[in-house]
């Protein structure tokens, strides 16, 4: 029976070839961006799910309830807070803290690297299945355990156990294993290094306020993470004991499951390398999109070709089909042309993958039997919902009425239902587009925006240890450098938090924070409201002065700009600072980022960055070489890393790889309207042939058969444009409300856009018009 209906359907597809085309290339064009979102779906569900016994691995996570009653939830945990739960809590069978670590520079004497580090003990390794190529795992102080990517940038083929790599702060660490290759893993611990947490140092080590560390757990078989909680709540009241009645928090710990860390169901801070569910789906939502456009072209044509279908369907009826067998048939069709499509659509998928980089994509599939009973299921139900309306509709026809021919076809003649439907998909393929223009229009804004701070002509070399007194003298002497600046990160990085308040009764808030001297704000070109700039100064030592952006003003409500010049403010809960200078609110590090409090202070111990203002110069390559070259007098056997930032932020945010990708889905939108179009016009021309025939005979000229065939479809592509434009400019509304830092909406983008897709469609207009309207009378009518 089912090789039956797929003989009739393969016929049918045969039988209107241009039509059968056009729908299996619009879907083909759509699927790939649908399937590489349920590629990244399956990928972040397959997070750390390669450790033995994963069942029973949890993560401790804090939720931090300010005196203000606001709640911060974190994904990390105390530092102290892995030996407490040791201690005090049964049926745990293994627990470990990590502490991440960016930036660290490590060096074997002719190489340098700035790394990722994890600090880590014994029982992380007991608990979490990261197998050894070379080696042992590090659990005494001042050893480390390298990547097996990492290992190979520093020593290549040689082995490095027993090798040591230096930093400049801490000394020199003994490497005494090396992982099997790490890169490969799906895992939340992306990381260059591991390091014993033996040798950790950090003030905020013994601070149960501080959440810069990660609590796993091993719990025993048959634990629940239910009965975990309630232990958890206890050693919260414990804490919250040790804090005093004094504290200006209160802390509440939770247990949260290995499997549900990724993808996250809530947005926890400080929780690198997760993606949030919301943002996955709403990715699949947008792909659909370009599904639903294309299945709304299978529904166009299908209907337009109703009269032919018909006639089918009556003779079939009165040959005893039922409507269910008839329904079925239909399905089988658009099944097949799902189908169809899915295998030009794997073709595309694989140019994609071997031709683009897609910077949110990882191809690796554990479970691959998964993906494509997943990928079989998908088009299964997208041939279904695509053929469902067709099927319902020509199946309801009754055979005495379709073979006295009482049955018309669903035209152009009477508004009825397909004429929405062309209006609806060519309204949703312009909102599409125009959402496109917005996306493109906001990240050339963050690409190339100098608006915030001046990023032109500014290169930033890492210090990495080096005398920077004597570089800078060095530097200094080339003409092209007009001033040298430090700071302890640059803009475009999200900085370390710190904590402000006014007076020390007050609750702290939290504040971001920049070790900067006098020339790096000036190289930024931040502009003050109120006071002056830090002093200029070559001492060793901080300075109690500190400049703040507006929103520190308004947070500790310390009345306006003016007013807070000269006031005292306390930061980190130990500096007694004055303030001196107020800037403007500006984007330092993330457009989507709400505004938050910006402290600048002179502390020269955190400087680990060279800022340098140069001139505009034709040849940075030349220039860059001349200053590395003084480099490599100070610091001979350490590479310099320096990089100009509008390059590094342009890259960020414009990157090239990912902009081809989306400029492709936009084309395969565009493509696919377009065809539906034509596919319409070829029909709807097609049946009115002996009409036009008609008209020529009785004197009508090329021009007015042209006007008479476009019109209908003219009046649908001005109500399609009609609805579209303002409910472009609601998406583009929409999409700058998450932009706190925005160029507002890019209307001129939108409008170049509407005039490509709406200029396109009138030339298919008229192209198809013209073409029939040119048809000699005497071809169409000569079997009347």
Known sequence: MLLNYLKIAWRNLLKYRLFSLINILGLSLAIPSALMSLIQIVNYYEYDNFHKDSEQIVRVITDEKQKDG??????????????????NLAGIDQSTTIVRDRGWLLSNGFKTKNANAIYTDASFFR???????????AIEPNTMVLTHETAQWFFKDTNPVGNVLEHPKYGGFKIVGVLKPFNEMKTQFRTDVFISTDGYKDSTANDWTAFNAHTFLKITK???TDELNKQLSETSKEVNKLLGTKAEKNLQFKAQNLAEISPAKEILENDP??????????????QLIMIALAALNYINLTLARSMNRSREVGVRKVMGATKPQLVFQFLTESVLVSYLALGFGLLILWFIKENMHVSW??????????LVLLFFAFNLILGLVAGASPSLILSSYQPVKVLKGAVSPLGFRKIGFRKSLIVVQFTIALIYIFFMGQAFHQVSYMANDNENYQRENILNISLAGTKSKLLATDI???KEVQKIGYTSLSFGNKPTYSSIKSAKTDAPRPAFYYATDHNFIENMGLKFVAGKNLIESNSEHPSPMVVVNQKTIENLRIGSAQDAIGKLIIVNDTLSATIVGVVENFCHYNYESKIEPLVFQYQPALFKVMCLKTSAVGDRKALKATIETLWKKQNPYKEMNASWLDTDLYEVYYPFEDMKFMSMEGLAIFVIAILGLIGILTY???KRTKEIGIRKVLGANVSEVIRLMSRDFIKLLTIATVIAVPAGIAVAVFMNSFMVFNNGIGYLAMGILLLIVIGFALSAVGFFSLKVAQTNPAKTLKTE
Not at 70 to 82: D, R, V
Not at 361 to 370: A, E, K, N, P, V
């Open 222 to 224: 048959g634990k629940t």
């Open 70 to 87: 606001q709640i911060i939830n974190w994904a990390s945990s105390p530092f102290l807070l892995s030996e407490q739960i040791k201690e």
């Open 127 to 137: 608990i979490f299945n990261f197998p050894l190529e070379k080696g042992t795992y």
């Open 273 to 286: 390398y997760i993606q949030d569910i919301r943002s996955i789906y709403i990715n699949f939502a947008f």
């Open 684 to 686: 709807s021309l097609e």
């Open 476 to 478: 200094s002497s080339v």
């Open 361 to 370: 994509l990882t191809w690796d599939i554990d479970h691959l039997g998964y």
